[in-house]
């Protein structure tokens, strides 16, 4: 079978010239963005994502810092931190007080939360762009699914018929 060497131009006449219609397309986007983003954050349970993953990365980061997370410095009895050892595991000369500990241990959470927030909103507000690209039948067909899932049971599907097997 030979190739036919053929060039499709698609184009589009709808194209936007002027500076206001060009701000009213824009804002409208703007808008719509905003409010997927708004409605995401209110049907997801992001407080708890947000949990789970800060407990997940939480060491990750506080190893760096030279702290601990607020759960691993309670459960070793509020003791030394690993910024208080040398490198060869000997305690040093000094050690930290109690409130000093508990502000490098705040500080290491703090840190955690802000780099939690920040990757799962980036990720929201990623798809509520990607979102406005979608045309509404794809739109349906997502959302309906995910409604089969978290709202009608359909979850239950997934351990009984994985990967659609045997449906």
Known sequence: ????????VLT??????DKETLRSAFGS?????WS??????????GKAMKLGAGIAVG???????????PLQ???????????????SGAIQVFEFTTLERALLVTKAAAAK????TIAYEG??????AINQTLSESTKDAIGGTINEIVNESGWKLLFTHPFGIGM
């Open 36 to 45: 997927d983003f708004k409605t995401t954050n209110q049907a997801t349970a």
């Open 113 to 116: 939360f802000v780099l939690v």
């Open 12 to 17: 589009n006449d709808a194209v936007i010239h």
């Open 29 to 33: 986007v703007v808008k719509a963005i």
């Open 123 to 128: 990720g929201v507000l990623i798809g509520s």
């Open 1 to 8: 079978m030979a190739a036919t060497r053929r060039m499709i």
């Open 73 to 87: 410095w309670i459960l070793r009895g509020f003791g030394p931190l690993p910024a208080e050892f040398t490198k």
């Open 59 to 69: 060491g990750a980061v506080a190893r760096p810092m030279e702290s601990l997370t």
